[in-house]
């Protein structure tokens, strides 16, 4: 079997909008995958529900998990601004974005 550190650094990008019923799960099916070297990305857009709140308890779970766990929050600019602005926050050698509903 191959090293963990030998993997492909692959970046999981979520963007979340008033997904209050939906991130937490979406969050935990990523922790759970097999490959173990993600980085992972999670882009609040200015959620009026309680979504950012899941995402806080969500973090030490993260961190334990990913060799690298950023969240951002943020006023509202709409999905296109907010998949470009994460973007640029990868490091992986591939990138997927995850809907916070998914």
């Given at each position: 079997?191959?090293?963990?550190?030998?993997?492909?650094?692959?970046?999981?990008?979520?963007?979340?909008?008033?997904?209050?019923k939906y991130v937490k799960e979406t969050i935990e099916?990523?922790?759970?995958?097999?490959?173990?070297?993600?980085?992972?990305?999670?882009?609040?857009?200015?959620?009026?529900?309680?979504?950012?709140?899941?995402?806080?308890?969500?973090?030490?779970?993260?961190?334990?998990?990913?060799?690298?766990?950023?969240?951002?929050?943020?006023?509202?600019?709409?999905?296109?601004?907010?998949?470009?602005?994460?973007?640029?926050w990868c490091n992986g050698q591939y990138v997927s974005?995850?809907?916070?509903?998914?």
């Amino acid at each position: 079997m191959m090293e963990e550190k030998s993997l492909p650094l692959v970046s999981v990008v979520v963007p979340c909008y008033n997904h209050e019923k939906y991130v937490k799960e979406t969050i935990e099916s990523i922790i759970n995958q097999t490959y173990k070297n993600i980085e992972l990305i999670v882009i609040d857009d200015g959620s009026k529900d309680n979504s950012v709140e899941i995402i806080k308890e969500m973090i030490p779970a993260c961190e334990k998990r990913f060799p690298r766990f950023e969240f951002r929050h943020r006023e509202n600019k709409g999905l296109c601004k907010t998949l470009n602005e994460a973007l640029k926050w990868c490091n992986g050698q591939y990138v997927s974005f995850i809907a916070s509903d998914d």
